[in-house]
């Protein structure tokens, strides 16, 4: 039997230790190598050897990023003082395989890029989820912890399709315990103000999902005083069910633990990253009795404007010409000759405009593909024998240019982390730059040589928060780029246009 790969989550939320127990720190004297190397920006140094500096400073910049300050690649201040900001132990940027070693000794993380909702892998393959408390902390009554760890659980359900039902048998999916310092599964707790929880991602193994809450913390409910168990359980929780962490300011699975909110939700992104998982939620929860008869769903665009009229909202069925984020941070999808406008989050449209040159003057319509080189702040669209670009948002002198050869009529375009720009046509792929007259040898290659499981002829691609998304029909792909391979392929409605499935009320 094939040992079953795990990742263990350890949410951490401290004071962090790394330098030598000062809770301010200051350029010179905070260690911040060891900071991003424990938190996965920075491979670990070899002995003796340090960091060269454009590693660092984009690792910095990965770290300014996830935390929503300003992207400098600089450690100043404001970076470091982040740094030392509560937060949890599971690194940032990792990779979704580990395995159990056969003496059950510690794990370790492995590392992959952070994105939005990462949802690295992990899932349950069933629907119905049960759960056992298999102990009890001292600091709050029973009916409290119950209360706490069901509207934790709840959060969740409601927007998937997935049930959790307590249950005293051994065999539950998750086991919940608080437990203190070396509880033998290779993740010992320190004591208050250390390790305050750590889950483990579905699996196969016993241990798979199991949650475990450090008993020497003070554990509370409706206060601001301590660490309140029903929010640190909902991100407990979105780890057990197969999400890590994101790098969306407000999301219940960003590191940085906020403290308590009575009016703390899911954000957008920790919906789609888990219906991204599980799907929507299409159907009442059971009920003791018959549900009312009429529609069994509603789809439910997401709409923040006033230019989304019923009348004119095909929101949840449209097709996309193509994506690629913009120079203000956003993302913008063309359709016809209408432009889409993201919100802030990535989820669901804020504003269309009837007319795609009020935000690109002079663009054409029915663009082939569209795509920003971000390190040089140039937009380019690509329609037929013609290619325009923008500086920013408006078009440079000189253009539109032509394209040649291969280049002619592509389908799709998207930017890969290193600035190569990438165009694809019918099932084919290339790299391009402006004064490619050709594709270089080697070039166009299969998509599948690129991209092993994609399909041909995609109709829009975008590098989307480190990870490649390719559009057909009513569907999109997410592409892994560590382990190549497609690991997700679901409809674009929900997670992309904010057509959330819901049951009915």
């Known amino acids: 039997m094939e040992r079953v790969d795990l990742v263990i989550v350890l949410c951490v939320i401290f004071g962090l230790s790394l330098t030598e127990g000062r809770t301010t720190g200051s350029k010179d004297a905070f260690d911040s190598d060891s900071y991003l190397e424990r938190f996965g920006y920075l491979d670990e140094s070899k002995e003796g050897r340090q960091h060269d500096e454009t590693s660092r400073s984009n690792a910095i910049r990965e770290f300014q990023e996830m935390a929503g300050l300003k992207v400098t690649g600089v450690m100043n201040q404001e970076t470091i003082d982040k740094m030392l900001a509560p937060r949890c132990g599971l690194p940032d940027v990792i990779r979704p395989v580990d395995r159990i070693p056969p003496s059950g000794g510690e794990k370790k993380l492995q590392r992959n890029h952070p994105l939005a909702f990462n949802a690295p892998g992990y ?21 409290s912890q119950r209360r706490a760890i069901s509207n934790a659980l709840r959060k969740w359900s409601d927007v998937t399709p997935l049930t959790f039902s307590e249950t005293t048998a051994a065999d539950a999916d998750i086991l919940i315990n608080w437990v203190w310092g070396d509880h033998r599964d290779g993740s010992p707790f320190d004591g208050r103000g250390g390790t305050l929880a750590h889950a483990f991602f579905p699996g196969d193994s016993d241990i798979s999902g ?44 960003l590191p940085f633990y906020g403290g308590y909110d009575p009016n703390y939700q899911l954000h957008s ?9 599980y799907g929507g939620r299409s159907a009442p929860r059971p009920t003791t009795r018959r549900p009312d008869p009429g529609p069994t769903t509603r789809v439910i665009p997401r709409t923040t404007t006033k230019a989304l009229q019923p009348d004119k909202n095909d929101i949840c069925n449209l097709k996309f010409d193509d994506l690629a984020n913009g120079p203000d941070n956003r993302l913008y999808a063309f359709r016809l000759n209408r432009l889409y406008k993201f919100n802030l989050d990535g989820v669901g449209i804020e504003k269309i405009y009837k007319n795609s040159q009020r935000i690109f003057p002079k663009a054409p319509k029915n663009i082939g593909a569209a795509v920003y080189d971000r390190r040089n702040n140039k937009f380019y669209i690509f329609k037929a024998d ?9 078009l440079d002198v000189g253009y539109p240019k032509k394209l040649h050869g291969w280049y002619r009529g592509v389908d799709a375009a998207i930017a890969e982390d290193n600035g190569e720009i990438r165009l694809l046509k019918g099932g084919e792929a290339s790299v391009w730059r402006e004064d490619f007259r050709e594709p270089p040898r080697g070039y166009p290659v299969p998509i599948s040589i690129l991209w092993p499981g994609l399909r041909s002829e995609l109709e829009a691609a975008v590098r989307y928060r480190r990870m490649s998304y390719f559009f057909k029909g009513a569907n999109y792909f997410r592409y892994n780029d560590q382990q190549r391979k497609v690991d997700y392929r679901k409809e674009k409605a929900g997670p992309w246009l904010g057509c959330y499935v819901v049951g009915p009320k």
């Open 386 to 394: 013609k290619f325009w670009r923008y500086t920013g948002f408006a």
């Open 123 to 143: 899932k349950w393959n069933k629907n119905a989820i049960t759960y056992k408390l298999v102990g009890f902390s001292r600091q709050l009554p029973q009916d």
């Open 269 to 277: 992104d920790d919906i789609r990253g888990v219906q991204t998982l």
């Open 210 to 253: 199991d949650t475990h809450f450090d008993e020497q913390e003070e554990w509370t409910e409706n206060t601001k005083t301590g660490t309140n168990l029903e929010i640190v359980a909902a991100h407990e929780f979105g780890h057990a069910l197969g999400l890590g962490h994101s790098n969306v300011q407000g999301a219940l699975m």
